[in-house]
Each structure stands twice: as structure tokens, then as C-alpha cells.
């Protein structure tokens, strides 16, 4: 079985770096032809950044290599010992601590380069470093007190039940239903300034949008993205009464209030056709068989690794290997999401107006700078939402070769 997880892995990481080979040449040989939607030096810098990012992607992959052999070879067994002598969930809780921090450490250069370099470079990160220290403590204390939490009540149902991967599957679907509940009231009130509307004209407007669709929400809100990114976004938040509609400050400078409209329309198809129910049924789909799958490893792929058979190392192989396991899946789950976003894309032209739509996603490449095409292979792995290309193409652009 160790050699199965092992096998799907290398296949994993290879995939991994050819996508990204391919995805560079690509955008290498188009970002030199006739530009489309950007103008040419928006278009060739878009197609830069690109680059930049799947080389910083390879980078990545191969760092990803070494943890994994670490892991594997010494680590693992290292961190075993070093916990030995505490009872299971005490164990559980700072083996898996212990790991999660030792990756973020080995990465951290990384991630600085990409917030405080490259994004830099490429006028999107208005990240300071008084800022970045505050969001990495916050998170912190987010992990060692929630995530630990889950951490030892997964590792007390491991030592628990013989049938444990049933009753942890259950609790960790609960989990993640919670924090999509949660997920804006804790960005409200740890990391992001909530505000309501100062444009009551635009409030009145999008409320009037929202009862037409039978939407109930907690209320809209600006949110102060523009102190980390310069990226334009709006989103839906939450789950029941905990619903909201956030929309970043960038988007609201950028964009006039038909185009504002025609975006909450496109993520209102998103509700009206049920994807968000519809992403967490897969994501719980996805959870249960993974379960499955590690509460039935056997013994042997504990000693041959040199582990004990016990929560611990259940936690930690499960961490190492479902991103590869799940990377599998990705192109079908990739796929219903290119599907739904066409959906919301006609719900939303539909409900408003498809030029407003238009008008608000040409803003949306040209302000993110994101380059409007991709390699195939890359798309099949990768893109949970269609090329603005297709997109727009869709939607019946034709002003410029997309």
C-alpha cells in the first residue's frame, strides 16, 4: 500500500512539472502574437507574470520533493520518538503541530518572495511587513487553538472506535460545514474591516437584486482588500444566517454600478443553481474516501516507515498524501466548476445585462492582469474557472481575437 501512495505521488509531481513546462511555452510563443482583450504591453506583462508564477510553481514542486524523501526517510520517525512518552492526543496534537510548522518554516522564503517580490514587481501586493507579521500571528493562534482542538478530538475517535474513519469523517465534515459558516465573521473580526456600503444608492440596488432572487443575507458589506492586494474580487460569505455579500474597495472603484450588478448576478447563479451545497457535497464525498482509504491502511506501511500504527501517523500520512491523491480528482471537480461558472455566467447576463457582464470582466483581466489564455493540459489540471477568453466568448465578445 506504502508503495501505491508512493507511486501516486512521483506520477503526482511529474504531471506537476510538465503542466508547468508546457504552461511556460505557451504563454512564452502567445504572449509574443496579436494581444486580445489587454493592450500589448498589459498583454506581455500578463503573460511575464505567468511565467514567473509557474516557475515559481516548479520551484515549489521540487522543494515538495525534498520534504516528502525528509518526511519519509527520517522525519517522520524523528518526530515519533520525540513525542513518545506522551498520551495519544497530547501526541497527536504536537506531532502534527510539530510537522505543519516545520513545513511553513522550510516554505516560508518562498511565500515571502512571491507576496513581497513578484507581486510586487507586478503592482499587486500592497502587503507591508507590519501587516504580514499580524495576519501570521493571528493564524497562528487560529491553528494552535482550533486546529489543535480538531487534531485531538480525530486522534481521541482514532483510539476510540475500531470503526474510527466513520465517526472522523463525520466530525471533520461538521468541521468543514462550520468554517464556511464561519469563515466571514472570523475575517471580520480577526483579519479584515467590514463595512457597510457608504454608496446607499449601490446598497439599495444590490438589495433590490437580492430580493428578486429570493437571496437573504446578513447585509453587504465593502471589505478593505485594497491594504493587501490590488486585485479586484467580490464574493458570497457564509452559510444561513450567516450569509453576507463582500465586495472588495478595489472592485468598487473599478467598476460602475451595472457592472457591479452584473458581477453579484453571475455569483447569484452560483446560489440560485445550488453550487455552493453542491461544492460541499463533493468535498465531503472526497473526505469520505479518504477516510476510508486511511482508516484502512495496514500495519505494514506503518513499520515499514519505522512509525507506531497510532493517531499520529495516521494524521501526518494522510496530510502528506491526499493533496496528491485529491490532484487526481481535480480534473472532473475542475471540470463541474468550468460548467457552473458558464451557468452563472448566463444567470448573471440574464438578471442584469450581458454588456454590463462583459464590460465587468474585461475590467476584472485587465485590472488582475491575468493573461487571457492557457495551455490545454494546464487548463484540464488546473482551472477551476474557464479562460476570460472562453468566458467571453460565451457571453458573444467578439471586438478583439479571444
Same mark, same amino acid.
Request: no cysteine; hydrophobic share 50%; net charge neutral.
Given at each position: ?19 508547468? $513546462? ?30 514567473? *508564477? ?6 515549489? *514542486? ?31 496534537? =504536537? ?27 507586478? %503592482? ?25 482542538? /480538531? ?15 466513520? $465517526? ?15 469563515? &466571514? ?37 465593502? /471589505? ?31 467598476? *460602475? #454600478?451595472?457592472? +457591479?450588478?452584473?458581477?453579484? %448576478? #453571475?455569483? +447569484? ?28 491502511? *495496514? ?5 515499514? +516507515?519505522? =512509525? ?8 501526518? +500520512? ?12 481535480? &480534473? ?6 468550468? #460548467? ?34 492557457? #495551455? ?9 474557472? &474557464? ?16
Amino acid at each position: 500500500m506504502l508503495n501505491l501512495f508512493i507511486f501516486l505521488y512521483v506520477v503526482y509531481i511529474i504531471i506537476s512539472l510538465v503542466t508547468a $513546462y508546457l504552461q511556460i511555452g505557451f504563454v512564452a510563443k502567445r504572449k509574443k502574437q496579436k494581444p486580445a482583450i489587454l493592450e500589448k504591453k498589459e498583454f506581455e506583462k500578463a503573460g511575464d507574470y505567468t511565467i514567473q *508564477t509557474q516557475k515559481l510553481s516548479i520551484i515549489t *514542486t521540487v522543494l515538495d520533493i525534498a520534504m516528502l524523501l525528509f518526511w519519509l526517510g527520517l522525519g517522520l520517525v524523528w518526530l515519533d520518538g520525540m513525542f513518545a512518552d506522551f498520551v495519544s492526543w497530547q501526541k497527536a496534537v =504536537l506531532f502534527v503541530d510539530s510537522f505543519i510548522l516545520i513545513n511553513w518554516i522550510i516554505a516560508l522564503p518562498l511565500s515571502l518572495y512571491s507576496i513581497f517580490v513578484l507581486d510586487k514587481q507586478y %503592482g499587486f501586493s500592497n502587503m507591508t511587513a507590519g501587516l504580514y507579521i499580524k495576519d501570521t500571528l493571528k493564524t497562528g493562534v487560529l491553528f494552535l487553538l482550533f486546529g489543535s482542538a /480538531v487534531v485531538a478530538v480525530v486522534a481521541l475517535i482514532v483510539e476510540s472506535f475500531e470503526l474510527w474513519w466513520i $465517526y472522523g469523517f463525520a466530525f471533520l465534515f461538521a468541521v468543514v460545514v462550520l468554517i464556511n459558516m464561519l469563515y &466571514p465573521i472570523i475575517r471580520d473580526k480577526m483579519f479584515d474591516k467590514f463595512e457597510k456600503l457608504a454608496d446607499k444608492e449601490l446598497e439599495a440596488k444590490i438589495n433590490s437584486l437580492l430580493e428578486k432572487v429570493g437571496f437573504r443575507s446578513s447585509g453587504v458589506f465593502s /471589505v478593505d482588500a485594497s491594504k493587501r492586494d490590488n486585485r479586484l474580487n467580490a464574493y458570497f460569505g457564509g452559510l444561513g444566517s450567516t450569509k453576507r455579500v463582500v465586495l472588495y474597495d478595489t472592485l468598487i472603484d473599478k467598476l *460602475t #454600478h451595472d457592472e +457591479l450588478l452584473a458581477v453579484l %448576478g #453571475h455569483e +447569484l447563479g452560483h446560489f440560485k443553481n445550488g453550487d455552493v451545497l453542491k461544492n460541499i457535497a463533493i468535498t465531503g464525498a472526497i473526505l469520505f474516501v479518504f477516510f476510508a482509504i486511511f482508516g484502512n491502511i *495496514t500495519s505494514a506501511v506503518f513499520s515499514t +516507515l519505522g =512509525l507506531v500504527n497510532d493517531a499520529s501517523s495516521i494524521i501526518v +500520512l494522510f496530510m502528506i498524501f491526499s493533496p496528491a491523491m485529491s490532484f487526481f480528482l481535480m &480534473p472532473l471537480i475542475s471540470f463541474i466548476s468550468r #460548467h457552473n461558472e458558464y451557468n452563472a455566467d448566463k444567470f448573471g447576463s440574464d438578471l442584469s445585462s450581458k454588456d454590463d457582464l462583459i464590460s465587468a470582466l474585461l475590467k476584472l483581466v485587465r485590472e488582475n492582469r491575468s493573461f487571457p489564455f492557457s #495551455h490545454a493540459w494546464y487548463l484540464f489540471f488546473y482551472y477551476s474557472h &474557464p479562460p476570460l477568453s472562453l468566458r467571453l466568448k460565451r457571453l458573444g465578445y467578439k471586438k478583439d481575437d479571444v
